[in-house]
């Protein structure tokens, strides 16, 4: 099981970015999905998640800015990031909490991390 992420990048405070992550690999289902951030020399943080049911968290921090989704089908989440400051400047990871097809092993799983920038 690989998760996959994408979208970082560069932008403007103000600005939108929007960020994906697939699963992919020997899948059964997977539960919450969710993104996390790390700053240099800090804890990574919740950021937002959502369960398979769509019910969704929200750090205070990025609530009524940013917004997570998922299509199921695709076994993908996103976040939609809006109204970006300078201090959502962080390496963007995704998570996922999967149950692998066959041995219905339950795992959490983590992407690679994207860097997202605000800066002018």
């Known amino acids: 099981v690989q998760l996959q992420a994408s979208g970082g990048g560069l932008v403007q405070p103000g600005g939108s970015l929007r960020l994906s992550c697939a699963a992919s690999?020997?899948?059964?289902?997977?539960?919450?999905m969710g993104w996390y951030r790390q700053d240099p020399g800090k804890q990574r943080e919740l950021v937002a998640s959502i369960t398979s049911t769509s019910s969704t968290n929200y750090a205070d921090s990025v609530k009524g800015r940013f917004t997570v989704s998922r299509d199921n089908a695709k076994n993908t989440v996103y976040l939609q990031m809006n109204s970006l400051k300078p201090e959502d400047t962080a390496v963007y990871y995704c998570?996922?909490?999967?149950?692998?097809?066959?041995?219905?092993?339950?795992?959490?799983?983590w992407g690679q991390g994207t860097l997202v920038t605000v800066s002018s």
């Open positions: 998570n996922a909490d999967i149950i692998r097809a066959w041995t219905r092993v339950r795992s959490t799983y």
């Open positions: 690999g020997s899948i059964f289902s997977i539960y919450v």
